[in-house]
């Protein structure tokens, strides 16, 4: 990461003041510095020309994988077989990728952190010890077994089972984020064996020497574990108490960029701790994602992260397809097929059966023993350090590197077929195989519910909203960004979320997919466009109504495709002229005929250019001078009671009836037959001076 300030200005000297941490990072830096004498930065830009270099390749490799509906993780694997260095060689340092590639893994494992809780966690508990415990335990075992049934040591044979044991949480993560299946039992059931996994690999670290003849044997295990739990549990407490605070202070200065640093800050610091005792950096980071996942700033964390997680963990894919050599596969592919066959069916297996074994039904044992059945990131480790301790030799390494990467490329399709195969084979076995009596339990999600108004803004407008929504039993959810207004309301038990709502992560996190109505109530002219912006790219369908305080703000936002915008310039100037009129005894009717009439013509003028801009402008938009009205009928009025062939509405008033609701009964175009009711909804249709009239009668 040095060698990006090169950047700044390669050419001219600079003086620096480094503290001990820069010091640790540009070891080269210095080199360099005491080879010439002087601060001047005269560098190749090696690493800048192999990044560009990746990701140009990545460009044209996931784009033509795309176009056979191919997943982008084999295009990725793929674009590192080929500019490895057993292939093209266009990267002249590897290692400078490879250690960029393992902050993909730590933000992926930050974000799943944050998204799971602590508490859904423990809900999961008994997956985490027993199923991660039996399925790692009992692949050990059976790959060791036909590992020594082959002629290998019992040595060689159980580190074998060590490797074959871990599966790739980089990758299953992402597929089941992607899918939008983290909630489903099959989700649940993968990340806590693979949380359990992820602490197996330490004390396998461990193990490794032992195995090889060498290290400190079972007393540097049982030290470097103890270690590790200390290090866990202060990790857990000290972000618990410590992180609310920290983000308190933070997000008082209202600066974006200082919020994103302390999120790298927690989330990497938490990392580097746990990493100095032995732990994987990942664990670390799914820690320190535990703990913002209780705060109320976790969906903006989300947010901000996961474009940085996206582009490194593209990265961590590449650097996988670097370390193959494609001419090992090309020697020896039926041993590479056989390989992989093998590692597929155990793991399907016996994660499959420490599911039953915990009494989970048939169908999601059996779709998250498939997804399971891939060689993990953490076994590339391993299996260095067992070349090491000479429990690999480079042929076994390139091999087992093959079928882990074959294995990996067959992971989206696995999720993608697991469900009917797992259908077909449930409809196979008998009915007493297919009961389960354990759940996964449900998802954390803190609102659950539909056909709800999100309301973006909670200033005047949007508390005055809320209150009317409250009133008639309508559900909202608020987003908001002064974490003041969050914290109070929260207190009062409003459903409010802390985020920019221009963040699709935000959005979805209130439920976008589910709601009716988006109601975007700020000041800020820019931020509502992007917001708007935003909001019609997920739900093309959803009514959206703006509040802006100019007219000259309208256009933009109709061409943006938003159904309603209420300017406050012009509704001002309406409600000053109406209370002149009261002043003057003007009446009611005639006031109310007037508002209409205004609201009418400078309406229809504000939307004669903007309308065909418009995604879903309604049926009044379409119709010159006519609007739509809904009014209760209420006890005692001229309605009540009279037939809607009688004509009363009509001859009166001239307005026609669209839909009646009366209870959870909607009838649209009812008959004329159809007797008026205390209660009944109707949607009006006519102009503003016939719905004047009509709402006399209700």
Same mark, same amino acid.
């Given at each position: ?31 360099? $510095?005491?080879?010439? #004498? ?5 560098? +190749?830009?090696?690493?800048? @020309?192999? !990044? *560009? &270099?990746?990701? /140009? ?51 992926? $494992?930050?974000?799943? #952190? ?5 508490? +859904?966690?423990?809900?999961? @508990?008994? !997956? *985490? &010890?027993?199923? /991660? ?566």
């Amino acid at each position: 990461m040095v060698k990006l300030l090169s950047l700044i200005n390669p050419t001219k000297p600079c003086h620096l003041t480094l503290n001990p941490i820069t010091f640790t990072l540009g070891t080269e830096f210095f080199k360099r $510095l005491s080879k010439k #004498g002087d601060c001047q930065i005269n560098m +190749e830009f090696s690493l800048l @020309k192999d !990044l *560009v &270099l990746l990701f /140009g390749l990545a460009l044209v490799t996931v784009v033509l994988f795309r176009q056979f509906k191919l997943p982008s993780i084999i295009g990725f694997l793929c674009t590192g077989i080929l500019a490895g260095p057993y292939s093209f060689g266009l990267i002249r340092d590897a290692h400078q990728v490879e250690q960029m590639a393992e902050i993909g893994v730590v933000l992926l $494992l930050f974000t799943i #952190g944050i998204e799971f809780s602590l508490k +859904e966690l423990l809900r999961i @508990k008994h !997956l *985490v &010890l027993w199923g /991660g415990g039996l399925q790692v335990g009992i692949t050990i075992v059976v790959v060791a077994l036909l590992g020594i049934a082959f002629n290998f040591s019992w040595q060689q044979a159980t580190f074998f089972g060590f490797l074959v044991s871990l599966s790739s949480t980089a990758i299953l993560m992402k597929l089941l984020m992607d899918a939008g299946e983290m909630d489903t039992p099959h989700g649940k059931t993968c990340l806590g064996i693979l949380i359990f996994q992820d602490l197996c690999v330490v004390p396998l670290m461990l193990f490794t020497p032992f195995l090889g003849g060498a290290g400190n044997g079972l007393s540097g295990v049982v030290v470097v574990s103890a270690k590790a739990i200390v290090v866990v549990v202060v990790s857990h407490f000290g972000a618990r108490f410590a992180v609310p605070w920290i983000f308190n202070q933070v997000v008082r200065t209202r600066s974006r960029e200082l919020f994103i640093l302390t999120i790298i800050f927690v989330g990497f610091g938490t990392a580097f701790l746990t990493a100095q005792v032995g732990l994987s950096l990942a664990l670390g980071a799914f820690i320190a994602g535990l703990a913002i996942s209780e705060s109320e700033y976790s969906h903006q964390v989300m947010g901000d992260i996961i474009p940085f997680r996206d582009a490194f963990m593209s990265l961590f894919f590449i650097s996988v397809g670097m370390l193959l050599d494609p001419a090992a596969v090309l020697r020896k592919p039926l041993a590479v097929m056989l390989i992989v066959i093998v590692i597929v069916l155990i793991k399907w297996l016996v994660a499959t059966s420490a599911a039953l074994v915990l009494k989970f039904p048939l169908k999601p044992a059996l779709i998250s023993g498939l997804l399971l059945a891939q060689v993990g990131e953490f076994a590339f480790v391993l299996s260095q350090s067992g070349q090491k301790f000479g429990l690999l030799n480079p042929e076994q390494y390139q091999l087992f590197l093959a079928a882990s990467v074959a294995t990996m490329a067959l992971t989206p399709f696995a999720i993608r077929y697991a469900e009917p195969l797992a259908n077909y084979i449930a409809s196979r076995l008998p009915s007493s195989l297919k009961r389960g009596t354990r759940t996964t339990g449900t998802s954390h999600d803190r609102f659950p519910m539909e056909d709800h108004v999100i309301i973006v803004g909670f200033g005047i407008n949007g508390k005055n909203l809320a209150r009317v929504l409250n009133g008639n039993g309508i559900r909202y959810i608020a987003i908001e960004t002064n974490h003041h207004t969050v914290k109070t309301e929260r207190k009062k038990g409003v459903r409010i979320i802390f985020g920019d709502a221009s963040r699709p992560e935000i959005l979805s996190h209130a439920l976008i997919e589910k709601a009716r109505i988006v109601v975007i109530a700020i000041s800020d002219a820019t931020a509502t466009r992007r917001v708007a912006a935003q909001v019609r790219t997920m739900r093309p369908d959803i009514h959206m109504i703006v509040r802006t305080r100019y007219v000259a703000e309208m256009e933009p936002l109709y061409q943006l495709g938003v159904n309603d915008v209420v300017p406050e310039e012009f509704e001002t100037s309406v409600e000053i002229f109406a209370r002149v009129l009261r002043t003057y005894m003007v009446t009611h009717d005639q006031i109310e005929h007037c508002i209409s009439e205004i609201r009418r013509d400078s309406y229809q003028m504000f939307r004669t250019v903007s309308r065909r801009h418009s995604h879903a402008t309604g049926i009044s938009g379409y119709l010159s001078g006519v609007e739509l009205a809904t009014y209760r009928v209420q006890p005692g009025s001229q309605i009540e009671g009279s037939l809607l062939r009688d004509g009363l509405l009509r001859n009166r008033s001239g307005a026609t009836v669209l839909v009646i609701k009366r209870g959870e009964q909607v009838c649209s175009n009812p008959d004329p037959d159809w007797r008026f009711q205390e209660e009944d909804v109707v949607l009006v249709m006519g102009k503003p001076d016939q719905l004047i009239f009509a709402a006399h009668l209700f």
